[in-house]
């Protein structure tokens, strides 16, 4: 089967730069993406790696190494705001049509 | 554009009873799945269906019913409820293999 894994907590302050690991297994897949999900709220999609290397999206980059089976999600400057919890997503897996989640990650920014 | 819509928001149950969630999506997407949300549990997928009638089993399919029939709707049938199926469930939609999937609101679901 597939499986990820992610630390369940992180805490960082405010203004500085935190990384979210994600290692995972799988016999095929497609690409590595994150979402961030705000309590009561839905999950929106935040990055996609379908090749290896850093892929940059404002404060928010990920990376996706095929080779170690592990990405992570890097955010800097980090806002209030940012507090969330971040869930990396095999797509494709298996080669099929599914997206299969991690557990999450819940980051806290604290002032 | 509406996106991804789900319907009812909250539902509470008994068990035994039988409900459908309803899922619609007005952006053309080829794919849609179904997730149930728990404390500490992340994601799980239920069912999948990578186009009008072709749908496939998640991780968590047991007691839950699925069909597409056209590429807007993926309705999403408990058959007869159980408390363990007290859950938030989402419906998602997206082109394919994890990119860019826009997910409905949810539905808050108590089975007492």
């Known amino acids: 089967g597939q499986s990820l894994e992610q630390p369940s907590e992180v805490t960082a302050v405010e203004g500085a730069i935190v990384q979210i690991n994600c290692t995972y297994q799988?016999?095929?897949?497609?690409?590595l993406s994150w979402y961030q999900q705000h309590d009561g709220g839905a999950p929106t999609f935040l990055s996609y790696?379908?090749?290896?290397g850093l892929e940059e999206t404002g404060r928010f980059s990920s990376f996706l190494s095929r080779s170690d089976s592990y990405g992570y999600l890097l955010l800097q400057e980090l806002q209030m705001k940012d507090s969330a919890s971040y869930f990396c997503?095999?797509?494709?897996?298996?080669?099929?049509?599914?997206?299969?989640f991690g557990q999450g990650t819940t980051l806290q920014v604290k002032p | 554009n509406a996106g991804v819509t789900q319907t009812p928001k909250f539902q509470v149950l008994k068990t035994g009873q039988s409900m459908t969630l309803q899922c619609a999506q007005d952006?053309?997407?080829?794919?849609m799945s179904w997730y149930r949300q728990d404390p500490g549990m992340g994601l799980r997928l239920i069912h999948y269906?990578?186009?009008?009638?072709?749908?496939d089993q998640g991780e968590v399919p047991n007691g839950y019913n699925v069909s597409r029939s056209t590429t807007e709707d993926f309705p999403l049938r408990l058959l007869s409820a159980a408390p363990s199926q007290t859950s938030v469930y989402f419906c998602?939609?997206?082109?394919?293999f994890g990119y860019g999937y826009t997910f409905g609101s949810g539905t808050r679901l108590t089975v007492v």
């Open positions: 790696n379908a090749l290896d």
């Open positions: 952006m053309n997407h080829e794919y």
């Open positions: 997503a095999l797509g494709g897996s298996g080669n099929t049509g599914k997206l299969i």
């Open positions: 998602a939609s997206g082109t394919g």
């Open positions: 799988t016999s095929g897949f497609y690409g």
């Open positions: 269906s990578v186009g009008a009638g072709i749908t």
